[in-house]
């Protein structure tokens, strides 16, 4: 799992438009609130408190150059989520989501650094 972008290969990352973060905003709201969860799930009130959370800016690390979310392929990809706590921290969320090919099967990794 990777801990943030690495600064060289932009080629491989497609940088959200606000169009598409709004088109996908539940499930990266989900993926955001993953991430702060596993900085906060020893305190339950702070989790709570800190939401809702306001959506940033998000990189979806892709295996081929892409100019258009419709080109990225969804299934197996990381998401890098910088996003802000209701009381004004930032933070950055990596989510690493895999689907093995069946319907029912996801799974999703996450770690967040403040």
Not at 16 to 41: F, I, N, R
Not at 101 to 106: I, K, N, T, V
Request: charged content about 30%; overall charge positive.
């Amino acid at each position: 799992m990777p801990d943030w972008l690495p600064g060289d290969s932009k080629l491989h990352y497609y940088e959200m438009k606000e169009s598409e973060v709004e088109q996908a905003k539940e499930w990266l709201l989900l993926y955001a609130e993953l991430a702060w969860y596993t900085k906060k799930q020893t305190d339950p009130f702070m989790f709570e408190y800190g939401k809702p959370l306001e959506l940033r800016k998000i990189t979806v690390q892709t295996k081929e150059v892409v100019d258009s979310m419709k080109n990225v392929k969804l299934d197996n990809a990381v998401f890098y989520i910088s996003f802000r706590t209701r009381c004004g921290v930032v933070c950055k969320g990596v989510i690493r989501r895999t689907r093995d090919g069946r319907p029912e099967h996801l799974s999703l990794e996450a770690k967040c650094f403040m």
